[in-house]
């Protein structure tokens, strides 16, 4: 129980720093008139589905490596999933159905 638990301590450490990393890395993007926030938001969509997936990932004990290249093979689908997940969040009552 107690492996179970740093495991997804340290799992949401890491998904944290990611964000961080990502928004610091983007967030030039919106400088640039009408498709630069098209552009963050994309960006900011990865670290998001990867997000949302890790619980699968850890159940099936996936390392971050192996993690990664699954992400970096299906990147235009989780741009597109976590585009939807950031436009769902915006609407009221389903953004709890979907982030949480």
Request: a positive charge.
């Amino acid at each position: 129980a107690n492996v179970s638990i740093r495991r997804g301590i340290s799992t949401a450490l890491w998904h944290a720093g990611l964000n961080v990393l990502v928004f610091l890395l983007a967030l030039p993007l919106c400088i640039i008139p009408v498709a630069g926030p098209f552009l963050f938001a994309g960006c900011m969509a990865v670290p998001l589905a990867w997000e949302l997936q890790a619980l699968y990932f850890d159940a099936t004990k996936t390392k971050v490596g192996d993690q990664w290249k699954f992400v970096k093979a299906h990147l235009s689908e989780y741009v597109l999933f976590g585009g939807m997940c950031q436009l769902l969040a915006f609407v009221p009552f389903i953004n709890v159905l979907t982030l949480f």
